[in-house]
């Protein structure tokens, strides 16, 4: 069964980077592009971007494709957001998740609080 | 950018009940909207695809509908774990998705 397995809630100070992962299985990794999630506390889902994992390719909401960077390791089946510049608007639950017609698969959520 | 509206942001029904979600696009997306709930402290599920295609697993009490810019998630006899957000989100302007403000369901 389709798995997306994200890393752990980090606690990071404002200006600084986080970068987060998601580990598929289940599935071939490169067949799917992988999108992410931002979810502020109480708050809506906002798309972020996508990468192809076969070719690197990627596109990004124009809100956030200055500070976020799409990444993915074929070889672990792994994908990285990396976002920077961090400030208290960015403490929020990230998701990846894989479009299916519609998106169907979605990892447990990584949960990142700026903090100084 | 595609907004979508959801409206009301809090529906409150008895379990048993019959319940609609409304969902309005800004402008004309065909059937590109998708549906989803999300459980306290849950990821988000896919509950129904491109207005009112169902999806393996969910419960056949949800059901999709609309067109254009009007769309409706119903879920008949509403059940105690039905408690959720709900949110659409529009595939029209691909990939550059957005999602409804969701609505939250509360049981009476």
């Known amino acids: 069964q389709v798995q997306l397995q994200q890393s752990g809630a980090e606690l990071a100070k404002p200006g600084a980077s986080v970068k987060m992962s998601c580990k598929a299985s289940g599935y071939t990794f490169t067949r799917y592009w992988m999108h992410w999630i931002k979810q502020r506390p109480g708050q809506g889902l906002e798309w972020i971007g996508y990468?192809?994992?076969?070719?690197?390719?990627?596109e990004y909401n124009e809100k956030f494709k200055d500070r976020a960077t799409l990444t993915a390791d074929k070889s672990s089946s792994t994908a990285y957001m990396r976002l920077s510049s961090l400030t208290s608007e960015d403490s929020a639950v990230y998701y990846c998740?894989?479009?299916?017609?519609?998106?169907?698969?979605w990892g447990q959520g990584t949960l990142i609080t700026v903090s100084a | 950018d595609i907004l979508l509206t959801q409206s009301p942001a809090i529906l409150s029904v008895s379990p048993g009940e019959r319940v609609s979600f409304s969902c309005r696009a800004s402008?004309?997306?065909?059937?590109?909207i998708h549906w989803y709930q999300q459980r306290t402290n849950g990821s988000p599920r896919l509950l129904i695809k491109?207005?009112?295609e169902s999806i393996s697993g969910i419960p056949s009490r949800f059901s999709g509908s609309g067109s254009g810019t009007d769309f409706t998630l119903t879920i008949n006899s509403v059940e105690s774990e039905d408690i959720a957000n709900y949110y659409c989100q529009q595939s029209d302007s691909w990939p550059m998705f957005t999602f409804g403000s969701g609505t939250r369901l509360e049981i009476k």
């Open positions: 998740a894989h479009w299916d017609g519609g998106f169907a698969y």
């Open positions: 402008q004309n997306i065909g059937t590109s």
């Open positions: 491109y207005a009112s």
């Open positions: 990468i192809n994992p076969n070719t690197g390719y990627n």
